[in-house]
């Protein structure tokens, strides 16, 4: 479609914006709307890929390239010229002024990541007494040295020599037997933390060990003696807690760990290995993201499996594709995103006014539709006699479709396959069975406490956060705001009554879930801008009062932390600091999207700070029709892992302008 073709389509929808439909926008700004959806739109096609989907890069931080050089030296076969890359991209693009690496562009050095890559940096031969290396090791020692480091660090650096095991937090193999009638088991963990501990549990059953050179140790980074007392685990102050019992607990798995006798080992070990191999059918990998991946490949390795197993093989061809190499430096993605970007593209695309009949959109339908589950996952342990129907995030991932990427998508196939208003029953015979199943799948899900998780259903036990290796701060995975909003969201979709008790119930959750200052949580988006958008999105959409107290507060709140220049940011500081960062960053496209998503959807079209706001965005437009944004505006773990979406920066705004042009037409008939 040329650029003619989509300012045609755009001027003949009924969500175009023109220029008699409110005296009270500006004319210029009018105009302007419509020509950066021009461009947006035509930019965002030519990035479809021909089977019909999106996939841009998924960033993360530089634990995913020294992971991955410390993996290729378990393997005893480091290719010297890939590591060297590794190591150039981290060093180029990652070192902060004190010398350490953060876990976010713009964020502190963080001690892990800091000490991983100090490691790496040695294994490919760099000396410790050159200057990047000398600040680097006193950023470590100033953040506490090794001793600080979280157990998945402490575990790797245990495999090279470079830790005492019983420093490390136990992990036992025996967690695979105990059934989900026991009080903790596998399944009260989160997916992703049970992708990662499982093979972590057979490493740490077998304790390989990996020779490296000695002039490879980092015995510098330790404050204090490298073995005794300095690395027991920090006991809580109080003599009574769970933390306190759970240490106790580590170190009685410990003895067991030294005992000759284990009568459950053997078992043990044959189902956690049964486990992974189940879990690698229809994958892009074990849980289809890196850690896991990595922890994998070790964990076949413990159990004897050669180089060349089909086992391995799988887990290494699905890393190899996360690489992305440029010139002299090589990055490593910790997955992709293909049915999350494509099905909110979708959703943008037809709130522009981009027919359903177009090539691209066909292309997008038929291609969601081929992703849905067919197979029971590990959901289905506390959801037993529910359909699979759920989608997944990456290209393939069977085991593991979550919530948000379903509603997301039956959000985007209704618009595609129905009249606004028609009921989703309605739909051609393949795309409703395909809802059906959908929505059956997404109402089982739903919590007790009346909201909706990612990936299960009443993950919430938290007492098992104060498990010592429950330091990577994602053992659970509870309900969350957003997820829970953009639920009501889909329901507006699929006509489903205000008097429905499971609404009702998700109402109740999200109105006890606001912050005293209005704002709401943002668990998978970064921070309290993404939260707060998609409630307002959702209440609106399910005809809750836009002019309630709640509401009214939540868009003051926006208002009130919009930027000097119009836009919005906030950093990933939020979730460590909310007091000091809430809602504070440099502004970037898609926060800035979010923010005017959540006023336009509570009414506020005509206010300055919207006008402001589009402005930004069409300032910022470049020539070429996208955004750029250097930030993290995703999130991974909150506090651990954050993320940086390629995509963001362009369907949100393209998105937010779609949203506004439509609430105008709607408001003047």
């Given at each position: 479609m040329n650029s003619n073709s989509i300012e045609n389509t755009l001027s003949s929808s009924e969500y175009a914006v023109t220029r008699d439909l409110s005296s009270e926008i500006d004319d210029g700004l009018i105009q302007a709307i419509n020509k950066s959806k021009s461009l947006a739109i035509e930019w965002l096609l030519s990035k479809q890929e021909p089977e019909g989907y999106w996939s841009t890069e998924l960033e993360g931080d530089t634990i995913l390239e020294s992971e991955y050089i410390l993996l290729m030296w378990f393997l005893g076969n480091p290719d010297k010229i890939k590591t060297g890359k590794l190591c150039?991209?981290?060093?180029?693009?990652?070192?902060?002024?004190?010398?350490?690496?953060?876990?976010?562009?713009?964020?502190?050095?963080?001690?892990?990541?800091?000490?991983?890559?100090?490691?790496?940096?040695?294994?490919?031969?760099?000396?410790?007494?050159?200057?990047?290396?000398?600040?680097?090791?006193?950023?470590?020692?100033?953040?506490?040295?090794?001793?600080?480091?979280?157990?998945?660090?402490?575990?790797?650096?245990?495999?090279?020599?470079?830790?005492?095991?019983?420093?490390?937090p136990t992990i036992p193999p025996e967690i695979a037997l105990a059934t989900n009638k026991l009080y903790i088991n596998l399944y009260e963990m989160s997916s992703w933390s049970r992708a990662i501990l499982v093979p972590l549990a057979i490493i740490n059953a077998f304790r390989p060990h990996r020779s490296v050179p000695p002039e490879c140790n980092i015995d510098e980074l330790f404050v204090g003696p490298r073995h005794g007392k300095n690395l027991k685990l920090k006991q809580d102050s109080r003599l009574f807690s769970w933390r306190?019992?759970?240490?106790?607990?580590?170190?009685?798995?410990?003895?067991?760990?030294?005992s000759p006798w284990k009568p459950l080992r053997k078992n043990a070990l044959k189902v956690s290995e049964k486990w992974l191999l189940e879990r690698q059918r229809a994958s892009g990998g074990l849980g289809a993201i890196f850690p896991a991946m990595t922890h994998a490949v070790m964990a076949y390795k413990c159990l004897g499996y050669p180089d060349d197993h089909p086992a391995v093989q799988h887990e290494l061809r699905e890393l190899a594709k996360f690489e992305i190499e440029e010139g002299d430096e090589i990055r490593v993605q910790p997955c992709v995103s293909p049915v999350w970007d494509t099905a909110i593209s979708l959703n943008a695309l037809l709130d522009c006014g981009v027919p359903k009949s177009h090539p691209a959109i066909v292309k997008i339908v038929d291609w969601l539709l081929s992703k849905q589950t067919t197979t029971k996952g590990d959901w289905s342990v506390q959801v037993p006699d529910v359909e699979p129907g759920g989608w997944y995030f990456e290209m393939e991932n069977e085991f593991y479709p979550d919530v948000d990427d379903t509603i997301m998508v039956l959000m985007g196939l209704y618009k595609a396959c129905c009249e606004p208003g028609e009921s989703w029953r309605k739909a051609p015979e393949r795309v409703r069975n395909a809802m059906e199943k959908g929505l059956n799948w997404v109402f089982a899900m739903q919590n007790k406490d009346g909201g909706w998780a990612s990936f299960d259903k009443d993950n919430n036990k938290m007492v098992l956060q104060y498990i010592p290796f429950a330091d990577h701060n994602a053992m659970l995975d509870p309900s969350t705001s957003d997820i829970t909003a953009r639920t009501l969201e889909m329901?507006?979709?699929?006509?489903?009554?205000?008097?429905?008790?499971?609404?009702?119930?998700?109402?109740?959750?999200?109105?006890?879930?606001?912050?005293?200052?209005?704002?709401?949580?943002?668990?998978?988006?970064?921070?309290?801008?993404?939260?707060?958008?998609?409630?307002?999105?959702?209440?609106?959409?399910?005809?809750?009062?836009?002019?309630?107290q709640p509401v009214r507060k939540a868009v003051e709140?926006?208002?009130?932390?919009?930027?000097?220049?119009?836009?919005?940011?906030?950093?990933?500081?939020?979730?460590?600091?909310?007091?000091?960062?809430?809602?504070?960053?440099?502004?970037?496209?898609?926060?800035?999207?979010?923010?005017?998503?959540?006023?336009?959807?509570?009414?506020?079209?005509?206010?300055?700070?919207?006008?402001?706001?589009?402005?930004?965005?069409?300032?910022?437009q470049r020539e070429n029709g996208t955004w750029d944004e250097k930030w993290f505006t995703g999130t991974g773990f909150p506090k651990v892992f954050y993320l940086r979406y390629h995509l963001y920066c362009h369907y949100f705004p393209l998105w937010a302008m779609a949203q506004y042009s439509r609430a105008l037409s709607e408001k003047n008939g």
């Open positions: 150039n991209y981290m060093m180029h693009h990652w070192l902060n002024e004190d010398g350490g690496f953060p876990m976010y562009p713009g964020g502190p050095s963080e001690v892990s990541a800091s000490v991983k890559a100090y490691f790496a940096f040695k294994l490919q031969g760099y000396k410790s007494e050159e200057p990047f290396m000398i600040r680097l090791k006193e950023c470590i020692l100033s953040h506490g040295g090794v001793t600080n480091c979280n157990t998945f660090c402490k575990l790797y650096l245990s495999i090279f020599g470079q830790y005492d095991w019983d420093g490390v306190n019992f759970f240490l106790m607990a580590d170190a009685l798995l410990k003895l067991h760990d030294r329901m507006s979709f699929y006509g489903v009554p205000k008097t429905d008790p499971r609404l009702q119930r998700a109402l109740a959750f999200i109105y006890r879930e606001q912050e005293p200052d209005g704002a709401w949580f943002g668990r998978w988006g970064v921070n309290y801008l993404y939260g707060t958008w998609q409630v307002l999105r959702g209440l609106a959409r399910i005809g809750e009062d836009m002019g309630s709140w926006l208002k009130s932390v919009q930027n000097e220049d119009g836009g919005w940011g906030e950093s990933c500081l939020s979730y460590e600091d909310p007091v000091n960062y809430k809602a504070k960053g440099p502004s970037t496209a898609s926060q800035t999207s979010w923010a005017l998503m959540g006023m336009i959807n509570a009414g506020d079209l005509s206010s300055p700070a919207v006008k402001k706001g589009m402005k930004f965005l069409i300032d910022t």
